[in-house]
């Protein structure tokens, strides 16, 4: 077989900007000054590091975290079950990121790194250690840590001796270095064509790699087999095994995301796959072992998702050019019938997700409803399956004028350690690009709740009322990415706020304990004089309520700042008005209107300095302590 590779730019409605390279092993690599941030994909190359560690004895894969770390400890005495394996497939148990400063705007910053002890120490699990797999960034970072403390080295040093030099990648490694090489990084866009500055991850050991897709995909060559420039033949088999055997749970290896498809595994190929994302810059390794063959697709705009069906069809060039053809079938119609069978109206009852509480109910026994408990409701209808499954409609089933959903999305009901959840398969078809089938536990069922009539009664006061973002540094993305949160509670279901459960008048914790159950977090309210805080204990986040945010002085001609202290100001409800702003190096300002939408910020590239003000909306003014913003209006 000839090898080739295949560099492509493109551009198109999902992806603003795309970089692939299809890399089989003996290829010429072409090189690029095009540098993007490859996100969670760089969890493969902190369990790369650990990985040679272990294979020169100075780490045990079963070992206790703490063995490494002593100093690592949690709120929840079980942490001391935590194990180096545990934090590579994502079973620690870890709620999931602690997130701080981690995402940031054209900055760097250790901070991530030299708190992420700290903040753990004062958090719980959410499960046993090695229960069930649950993403989490968090354990990819002890992962950065034990890499340093074990190697003597930085990490940014460790990755660039270890494994950047081994396999001659110039354009690869952490902001601390990467970022300086490359002439050139990738634009990266908001709101379709709004130029901002780049964004970076400095949790490095989750997130934080930079590179080039040539580069990614020379990565990728290191774990074929027979391949030793990294890894043994042992410890790449040990990656590339599926943690936990259950259909339905994460199908985890060491570090990557998935190490078996249907398809591929159809037509006697092992696929492995890690996809990563940062707020505009995605990226998908997508690497067969046996065939020889790499493939990176990066990308600005989009998602990893689409960077994966990229690479798929990518895969399946290169694997059609060996013989080998992968057949990516439609999924076939549900038989459906008319009557839900009498055993299942015990499931009816209040069930939860990431996204907040949903009811199930099955109307006159002929199909199942979940209707969302948001703010604005949403309900889908499932008509159940001769196959023992319930598939959802588009349209209305009890009209008759209801057809099956193209993703053919199908859940059953199954019991884990006592508690019921509901599963889901889906099936995307996006037609000659390949097809994409997931498996996951979809919601948790719930009890009803009994709560004090004094602490139901402090958060329904709550309920509706905005926090925003106090304690970030000027540069932290979520200023841009989510500025508030807003609390919701459930007349119909006391003892329920949004997709938490009330402990008391100041305290709200995750119950979701299920396969797949990433980012949790608990929330506690504090006070200093007559402003009210939120704290998002583990993601190490304060939030300022609504009402202590003033009105924009008319006469304001200056804002003094203050680190990780956001000066937030009400924009009044008038024809809307303009500032004209010098900011300083170290500070920044985002403008919202009345959605929490920005309409503008100073990372915006080429905007300049003259700024409308959308009535009724807000303004947000970050900076260090001792500078100050100059405004004229």
């Known amino acids: 077989m000839k090898f080739r590779t295949i560099t492509a730019v493109l551009a198109a409605m999902l992806l603003t900007a795309s970089m692939a390279a299809v890399l089989p092993v003996g290829a010429e690599e072409k090189a690029s000054d095009t540098l993007s941030c490859a996100g969670s994909v760089s969890k493969i190359f902190v369990t790369t590091a650990v990985m040679q560690l272990v294979e020169e004895g100075r780490v045990e894969l079963d070992a206790p975290v703490t063995e490494y770390l002593p100093e ?12 180096v394996r545990m934090l590579m497939d994502h079973t620690s148990g870890i709620l999931g990121t602690t997130e701080g400063d981690f995402m940031i705007f054209d900055d760097r ?13 004062t958090q719980r699990l959410k499960a046993d250690p090695g229960d069930f797999a649950a993403y989490c960034n968090d354990g990819f970072e002890l992962l950065e840590l034990i890499t340093e403390r074990v190697s003597g080295e930085s990490y940014t040093d460790y990755v660039e001796r270890h494994i950047c030099q081994p396999l001659h990648m110039e354009q690869t490694g952490t902001p601390w270095n990467a970022a300086f090489r490359a002439p050139e990084q990738v634009p990266t866009f908001q709101r379709g064509s709004v130029r901002f500055a780049p964004d970076y991850c400095m949790d490095l050991g989750s997130g934080g790699i930079l590179t080039t897709a040539p580069e990614l995909c020379t990565f990728g060559t290191a774990f074929f087999k027979g391949d030793h420039t990294l890894l043994s033949e042992q410890s790449k088999t040990a990656m590339a095994t599926r943690s936990k055997p259950a259909e339905y749970e994460d199908g985890y290896g060491l570090g990557w995301d998935t190490v078996s498809y249907e398809d591929y595994d159809n037509a006697g190929v092992q696929v492995l796959s890690k996809g990563g994302d940062v707020l505009q810059q995605h990226a998908e390794l997508l690497v067969a072992p046996d065939e020889a063959v790499s493939v990176a697709v990066l990308s600005s705009g989009g998602s990893s998702m689409y960077n994966e069906l990229m690479a798929m069809a990518l895969m399946d060039i290169a694997l059609g050019e060996q013989g080998i053809t992968v057949g990516h079938p439609q999924a076939e119609t549900a038989e459906t019938l008319d009557t839900v069978p009498e055993d299942y109206l015990q499931y009816e009852g209040l069930y939860l997700d990431g996204g907040g509480l949903s009811l199930v109910t099955f109307p006159e026994g002929r199909y199942m409803e979940i209707t969302t408990l948001a703010e604005r409701p949403e309900t889908k209808q499932y008509l159940y399956t001769q196959d ?12 008759g004028k209801a057809v099956q959903d193209k993703n053919r999305t199908l859940l059953h009901f199954a019991k884990r350690a006592g508690t019921d959840y509901l599963l889901s398969d889906v099936y995307y078809d996006f037609g000659r ?47 841009y990415e989510m500025p508030s949160l807003k609390i919701r509670t459930y007349p119909e279901f006391p003892g329920y706020a949004s997709d938490l459960t009330i402990v008391d008048a100041d305290h709200l914790t995750s119950e979701l304990c299920m396969p797949g159950g990433r ?3 608990d929330i506690a ?5 007559d402003t009210e805080f939120l704290d998002l204990t583990n993601h190490a986040l304060t939030y300022i309520s609504e009402d202590a945010i003033e009105e924009l002085p008319q006469d304001l001609t ?12 009400r924009i009044p409800e008038r024809p809307d008005g303009e500032l ?36 009724g909306g807000k303004i947000v003014f970050l900076g260090e302590e001792g500078e100050s913003i100059k405004v004229a209006q």
């Not at 919601?443 to 709560?451: A, I, L, N, S």
């Not at 003094?560 to 000066?567: C, D, E, F, G, R």
């Open 519 to 521: 980012d949790l977090h």
């Open 558 to 569: 200056e804002v003094a700042l203050h680190t990780k202290q956001a000066v937030w100001y």
């Open 525 to 529: 309210m504090y006070r200093e004089g």
């Open 580 to 615: 004209t702003l010098e900011i300083p190096a170290h500070a920044a300002v985002y403008v919202y209107d009345t959605y929490d939408r920005v309409t503008y910020s100073s990372y915006m590239l080429d905007y300049g300095n003259d700024v409308p003000l959308p009535s």
């Open 433 to 479: 690009t390949g097809n994409f089938r997931g498996k996951a536990y979809s919601m948790q069922r719930m009890e009803e709740k009994t709560v004090s009539a004094d602490a139901q009664a402090a958060w329904d006061a709550r309920s509706g009322k905005k926090y925003y973002l106090l304690s970030g540094k000027y540069s932290n993305c979520e200023y």
């Open 109 to 121: 910053d250790m901070q991530p790194h030299d708190t992420m002890l700290p903040e753990l120490s």
């Open 388 to 399: 023992d499954r319930f598939v959802l409609m588009e349209g209305d089933v009890a009209s």
């Open 72 to 83: 690592f400890t949690m709120a929840d005495p079980r942490y001391r079950d935590i194990t």
